[in-house]
């Protein structure tokens, strides 16, 4: 640390320059405060966390609200009268419809809205099931090392040959078309990644010297995997699974998309109206472009979010 | 050298094997075996038990699965439900399709990819490097298939200047040799034909070259920052060299290390991005062939076209990885 940490010279006597002209930075070494105080503060600087975080601020909000946000239900179609087979009233043209409507007659806000939730739900969910699988995985790769560790990666290696979307299309083509299979196909994929990153970040912590005086003092494996390795692997973790979130809500629209996930043509996700919604396109291109640009912005709040936590965790920037 | 490639092609052996054993149970395990999953909602009990013995379905699984392995290891990987063709013709005819359109997409990416993102490392902190950073999040952040859509109605729809559909107009009568229709159109001399196809690779190949094109951009536009600013390019141009081979020999030699690895990574995101690309553009390759098998559960087409991707993949891989201990000397030392 620099001197800015020493008391002030008692009395006269060289003064240290050094003066830490960065407020924050001053802050950082007065208060301290630890590693998460320490990347909460650095985020809050960032603006590309903060639109992130408005972003996917937005977008929860309106999946937990749907029911009360949304005019209609997710798979009503009030709109019915106003489709004619060559046109499909687009934004402001029909009152009562803001957004316009889809090629079956649905209120396009309220299909957006209640897309938001299916596209949240499945996200999280199997987000969730590749770290929990990960991370289990990871645990007990690193944990036990030999021929565990080996028959373990030798497994997520096998799950890494395949192209990951390549991967949640078969799982979720042979598991049927339910939207629980569309999450376990996604989750599944991404098990390698928080597996590989949970392993390495624990091997790397293992050869740490907290650790190494943990066992000097006698404290048991687990107890030390518990309580000091593990908490400090999650960083990257946290890290990788919001930015798999993104990944997940991109991939969850692009099986849908593909038609997998189950439910009627007139299901309200938002990959699902991409695939009508080509049909349409010389008509009314709307159907097309709205549900397009609300993955892609509510992949981009991750993305954001997520490459901001990863910089402000970065151990390289940090200790200026 | 050739120790390591000859490891690795080991090491590929029982990762396919495990995706071998993987594949099989999976069809094993669905919900009411197998034999239903391939009849559908026309499974009678006697069709399920027709199928059963047909396949084989009521041996051992032991026994079902090394019956299986032998017959992949002799290059037979089933008869497509659908077609009712063998998978591996159904495969090879497509794959020519596929192979063109990624080609296209690889280089559109690694060209535009790494002058962007050089050109904007160069201009740190400049507008430009901001508009090439925001431009290249989106890159990363927009669906392959919404993109297909929203420049199928751009280009073809709207202005119509691209074709929509397809690989060749079918009203050109063309011969086609290898398959790879821009090639065949060359060496047959037949320039429209060749121009045709061209035009009909444009679209897709702009939709699936994006995400690649975006990595490449930020790890092209990251690596430069972190060389132009090392001490060894500092020091050269203390000793007075030129900029240009600085530049050239300098900085973009050795920024391009990381790039070369996420090649081979791109080209698995372009496989796997061939199948939503294929399907917005009608495009016949096995991308488009693979999401139909989906649909119709053409169980014998779905393990063999994965087998062959993760096969095809794997190679890329080992490619990259070798060709990387030509181009960085370090590694060579090792």
Sequence with gaps: MTSAMLPPAPSGGPVDDTAVDDKELLAAKTRGGGFWRDVFRRLRRNPSAWVGGVIIGIFVLVAIFAPWLAPYGPEELPGQQYITPGHIPGPGEVAGFPLGLDRFGGDMLSKLIWGARASLVIGIVSTLVGL?????????????????????????????????LLLAVSIAALMGQTPVAIMIAIGAAQVPIFARLLRASM???????????????????????????????VGPV??????????????????SYLGLGGGVPQTAEWGRML????????VNPWIAILPGICITVTALGFTLLGEALREAMDPRTRAR | ????????????????????????FWVRALPGGPAVALLGERATPERVAEINELYGFNEPLIAQYFTWLGQLLQGNFGVSIQTQRPVTEEFLRRFPATLELTMFAIVLAVGVGITIGYWAARRQGKPADHFAVFASLIGITIPVFFLGVILKWVFAVQLGWLPSDGRQDPRLDATHYTNFYVFDGIITGEWDAAWDAFLHLILPGIALATIPLAIITRITRASVLEVQNSDYVRTGMAKGISRGTIRGRFILRNSLLPVVTTIGLQFGLLLSGAILTESVFAYPGIGSFLSRAIFTRDYPVLQGFILFIAVIYAIINLAVDVSYSFIDPRVRVQ
């Design chain 1, 132 to 164: 929990i699988g990960g991370m289990i995985l990871g645990l007990i790769a690193a944990t036990f090392g030999g021929w565990v560790d080996t028959l373990i990666m030798r497994f997520v290696d096998i799950l890494l040959s395949v192209p990951s």
């Design chain 1, 203 to 233: 091997l790397q912590q293992r050869s740490s010297d907290y650790v190494l005086s943990a066992a000097t003092l006698g404290l048991g494996r687990g107890r030390i995997t518990m309580s000091h390795v593990l908490p400090n692997a």
């Design chain 1, 238 to 255: 946290i890290v990788q699974a919001t930015l798999s979130l993104a990944t997940a809500v991109i991939e969850a629209a692009g099986l």
């Design chain 1, 275 to 282: 695939t009508y919604a080509q049909l349409e396109l010389a």
């Design chain 2, 1 to 24: 050298m050739l120790r390591t490639i000859g490891r690795r092609l080991l090491l590929l052996v029982p990762t396919l094997f495990g995706l071998t054993l993987l594949l099989f």
